[in-house]
């Protein structure tokens, strides 16, 4: 449940800030960083969650050490665009694709296509085989622009957080 109240201070702030770069840290670690006590520390951390500023605790994985284990991984951005862009073809699309656990991100965009898609597959198979269920079964998509990624270079989830002006 989400409590309306969403009024932050300089501490939720920092507290935030620390928790993007790692929420796997204790939480007597954090109250020591921030100089609270570890009760203050998790009563923010739970308040925060409350409120919806904090919607999930995730394990960043390493898509090169994962390959080495489980072999050859496929990332791909996928541009889609559909031929009709009324609200109910638009929204049945979106759950589509987020209903495919293959897709790790989908972002409804504008200009341009209507959708960009970050999707992983085990090899080029798989990554037809998930094509063929999102894309070219669906009447309603237009075309499909996809780019395969051969490095990642940055990838980063941190949202910048800045300080209220005094």
Known sequence: MIENSATLDAIDLQLLREL????????LELARLLHLSPPT?????????????IERQVA?????RLAESQGHGLQAIVEVSLDRQ???SL???EKKAMAEPLVQQCWRVSPGPDFILVMA?????GYLELSQRLFTQDMNVRNVKSFFSIKRAKFGTEIPIHQPDR
């Open 91 to 93: 929204m049945l699309f």
């Open 121 to 125: 597959a085990a090899d080029m198979p």
């Open 41 to 53: 520390c998790l009563r923010r951390i739970k308040r925060l969650q409350a409120q919806g500023f």
């Open 60 to 64: 960043i994985l390493s898509p090169a």
């Open 86 to 88: 009324d609200s109910t």
């Open 20 to 27: 993007q770069r790692d929420a796997g840290r204790s939480n």
